[in-house]
């Protein structure tokens, strides 16, 4: 377990890394379910609609790992600034861990959803975070996605145990 939080860690600093260091002006935060369960499907929000292709891309790139396409992730999803924060080999050895400790993915819920909307430095942020059930565990996906820019690709992205 220790390098499995260990490589958490780096990935997270990387995601802060990869943002400029600055400090979020948060802005809003949108998601499925209630404040109590949101391990909830269910469709986008008038308001949430707009980060449809946000959803749809995060649901993309949960296949990719489940598919244990972990160098396709790499390679089509990291931005070529969080390339240089973490390297193919660093994300491989994680995703590998958390299936060893874990077991294989089980699966997620296309429909369930969360945005955490910022700003920084007048650049508008879209985090988009999954609930994710391993046999052992269950997760949370977050992949981080400026507004504006290509949004096939992710800025900063962190997996952890959901406590």
């Known amino acids: 377990m220790g390098l499995l939080r260990y490589m958490s860690w780096l990935v997270l600093l990387s995601l802060f890394l990869a943002v400029s260091g600055c400090h979020p002006n948060y802005e809003r935060t949108l998601h499925s379910g209630t404040i109590h369960d949101d391990d909830i499907e269910e469709p986008l929000s008038a308001a949430a609609k707009q980060y449809e292709t946000v959803l749809i891309r995060s649901n ?3 296949e990719m790992v489940k598919q244990r396409q972990f160098e396709v992730f790499y390679q089509q999803a ?4 969080l390339k240089k924060e973490i390297s193919q080999k660093s994300l491989v050895s994680l ?3 958390v299936e060893k400790e874990f077991g294989a993915m089980q699966g997620y819920k296309p429909m369930q959803w969360y945005f955490h909307i910022s700003t920084e430095n007048g650049v508008a942020y879209v985090m988009s975070q999954k609930i994710v059930d391993y046999e052992k565990e ?3 996906f977050r992949f981080v996605f400026a507004q504006g820019g290509d949004l096939r690709q992710i800025i ?3 997996i952890g145990p959901r406590r």
Not at 78 to 81: D, E, R, S, Y
Request: proline share 6%; no cysteine.
């Open 156 to 158: 900063g992205f962190h």
């Open 95 to 97: 995703l590998e861990n």
């Open 78 to 81: 990291f931005a070529p600034n």
């Open 138 to 140: 269950r997760y949370h």
């Open 60 to 62: 993309e790139l949960i």
